[in-house]
């Protein structure tokens, strides 16, 4: 069962939006690999899902430019969201000696013999973005990223509160994440909590596009085809809801207005569909990790203690903040 970690739960939970990279001289001690190279700078392997969505590709972005200006030697990989692609690129960190690891898990399960390789070998490990469901926490030092529960629930807060008053049968079909993954199974079940408020709401079809925008296309133009009211999309991601946009108009429907979208990320293509209205509403979920990631792995790679949970502070957006914050997007 995955630990649902929330800001209640987790007294000592730090809020923090970004911080700059810290700089100061690696101070490793002779306990990480990496100190045996003598040269003080830090060597992070970072094992990446992959390039599936525009979230990803500014998650990398971030996480590349924050390396570079935290002076921060990146070894990088791109699994192509398969697991075994990750679980090879961590055993190859392990094998030249870096010294701290970093990675998005694919999906929650089956990572506890590797990052017990990892631990056995000294190199700390941090979790960005996605969490894994181990049941051993001291196989990693801390997790940085969302909470995707909260982010389902704020989706399914938000299409209450515009369907209230409103007695006629609600149909909703679900565009999930990757299968097995934290934000696909934590949006999942914080929207359904969410609607459970409204009981005209039902959610008639739901199946995973895995974030991409050809696979939400294919799986909307099933639905369309196999449920002839649909009333609303609730899509795990931005690429998702733009894939199923293309197979709402070509259906002869107008999305945002015959069918209400709402979606997950903010990234600016899902920003631009929002400000012209084919989006109704979009959680944000940040993809700008990197200059937290880096610090954080300087204080571990010192053998400094860091909070076990660090939650990414993130928004909402209505179509007239869309076209507001558009202009200023970084990604
Ligand atoms: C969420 C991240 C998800 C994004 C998708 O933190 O893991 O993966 O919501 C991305 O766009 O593919």
């Known amino acids: 069962m995955l630990k649902r970690w929330s800001a209640a739960v987790l007294g000592s939970v730090l809020l923090v939006s970004t911080l700059s990279a810290c700089g100061g001289e690696n101070a490793s001690d002779s306990s990480s690999p990496g100190a045996a190279k003598g040269d003080g700078k830090i060597t992070m392997g970072f094992a ?14 971030s996480i590349q430019d924050a390396a570079t200006a935290a002076g921060i030697d990146l070894k990088f990989s791109d699994a192509q969201q398969k697991q075994e692609n990750q679980i090879k690129a961590i055993r190859s960190y392990i094998a030249q000696k870096v010294d701290v690891i970093a990675f998005s898990p694919v999906v929650e399960s089956g990572w506890d013999t590797v ?3 990892a631990k056995d070998a000294k190199i700390p490990v941090i979790l960005t973005d996605r969490a894994v469901d181990s049941k051993d926490t001291t196989l990693y030092k801390t997790f940085l990223g969302s909470d995707f529960v909260v982010e389902g629930k704020k989706a399914g807060d938000w299409l209450v509160k515009e369907y209230q008053g409103k007695t006629d049968p609600v149909n ?32 008639i079809a739901s199946q995973t596009g895995d974030f991409t925008r050809a696979k939400g296309k294919e799986v909307m133009e099933a639905f369309l085809k196999a449920n002839p009211k649909i009333d609303v999309l609730y899509a795990h991601n931005d690429d998702m809801a733009l894939g199923a ?9 107008k999305p945002g207005t015959d069918i209400k979208i709402i979606s997950v990320d903010a990234v600016k293509d899902g920003m631009t569909a929002l400000a012209a209205g084919k989006i109704n509403h979009i959680v944000e979920c940040s993809p700008l990790l990197g200059p937290q990631l880096m610090d954080l792995a300087k204080k571990v790679v010192k053998g400094e203690t860091v909070e076990p949970r660090i939650l990414t502070v993130e928004t909402e957006f209505t179509p007239e903040q869309a076209k507001a914050a558009l202009p200023d997007r970084k990604y």
Do not use: C, H, Y
């Open 48 to 61: 990446q899902v992959g390039a599936e969505s525009g979230w990803r590709t500014a998650n990398t972005k």
């Open 115 to 117: 990052l017990k390789e």
């Open 172 to 203: 909703i079909v679900e565009l999930q994440g990757t299968t097995g993954s934290a934000p696909a199974n934590d949006r999942k079940s914080g929207f359904a909590d969410a609607i459970k408020a409204a009981p005209n709401m039902k959610i």
């Open 245 to 253: 946009i293309e197979a709402i108009e070509a259906a002869g429907k």
